[in-house]
Each structure stands twice: as structure tokens, then as C-alpha cells.
């Protein structure tokens, strides 16, 4: 398994549990928003290593907008949830390995 499929995993677990109704509100509020700012970086570094590979980037994307207006009650939960959403199914999406193969022509 990939670097960034494992971060995807990690990231979308993450968000998953900050987006429980309650449960994310009081971790992010009790940690002072840090845990936020830790999503935002994580996302960051998710989103470098995927575009590197050439994997999507969409659920990487999602998290840094999520983690940018995740303080407003509700808006956050929600794009909590919809960030994990897209990020697992990113990472539960099998890796193709391209190998170079010599076509001749014909």
C-alpha cells in the first residue's frame, strides 16, 4: 500500500471522528481549534504526496476548504463527513500499476 493511499485512510479516519455530531465539536473545542490547523497540514502533505504519484486529489482538496471553515457549527460537521466520504472512497479504490510495455508498431 501506497504513502498517500495510507494518509488517505489516516486523514478520512480522522475526519470521520470530527465529524460525529457532538463528539468533533468537543475535540475541536476543548484543543482549541488546534486540531484543525493538524487536519490542515495533514491534508497539505496528503495532497503533495498524491499529486506526486498521480493519484486524485480531490478528497485532499475537500479536507483543506474543511479544515479553512470547519469552525462554524453545522457547516463544519457536514464537511467533516463529506470530506471522510471522499477520502475513503479515494483510498478504497484499487492502485493500477502502469508498467512500461513495448508496443511495437504496427
Known sequence: ????????????????????PLLGG????????????????????????????????TGSILGIVTSCIAWIPFVGMVMHILTAIFLMLDAAKPEIELKDHNIDAV
Request: hydrophobic share 55%; proline share 4%.
Open 26 to 57: 468537543i475535540i475541536v473545542v476543548s484543543f482549541l481549534w488546534i486540531p484543525l490547523g493538524v487536519m490542515l497540514a495533514l491534508h497539505i502533505v496528503t495532497l503533495v504526496l498524491t499529486k506526486s504519484s498521480g493519484g486524485s486529489t
Open 1 to 20: 500500500m501506497s504513502t498517500p493511499k495510507i494518509l488517505k485512510w489516516v486523514s478520512g479516519g480522522l475526519e470521520a471522528i470530527l465529524g460525529i
